[in-house]
């Protein structure tokens, strides 16, 4: 069993700054890929930035500048850390996993459950 849980949302004004971490743990043999995407109410969910194992990351232009994406692999974890945000940041934000299962060849994917980030203006 895999799990990812993220942490680090709320709420804060408009050029404030959060950080958000990505906990994978369970029987993880590796981890691939990390990336970080975000749902607004009636939006369909964004690829917002990615990290490979070897820390190649990439980022949606509406964000280039103002987050990055970091990760811990001897702790198997994920940042995403926001600067400058805008109330067109709020969303959902979910962290999603491609990861070898100690015993298993193949990778799958796997989603975390999401974390709530709210910028006000």
């Known amino acids: 069993q895999v799990q990812l849980v993220e942490s680090g949302g709320g709420l804060v004004q408009a050029g404030g700054s959060l950080r958000l971490s990505c906990a994978a743990s369970?029987?993880?043999?590796?981890?691939?890929?990390m990336a970080w995407y975000r749902q607004a109410p009636g939006n369909q969910r964004e690829l917002v930035a990615t990290?490979?194992?070897?820390?190649?990351?990439t980022y949606v232009d509406p964000v280039k500048g103002r987050f990055a994406i970091s990760r811990d692999n001897a702790m198997n974890i994920a940042y995403l850390q926001m600067n400058e945000l805008k109330p067109e940041d709020t969303a959902v934000y979910s962290c999603?996993?491609?990861?070898?299962?100690?015993?298993?060849?193949?990778?799958?994917?796997?989603w975390g459950q999401g974390t709530q980030v709210t910028v006000s203006s």
């Open positions: 369970g029987s993880i043999a590796s981890i691939n890929n």
């Open positions: 990290i490979t194992s070897d820390g190649s990351t």
């Open positions: 999603y996993a491609t990861i070898r299962r100690r015993g298993y060849s193949a990778l799958q994917g796997y």
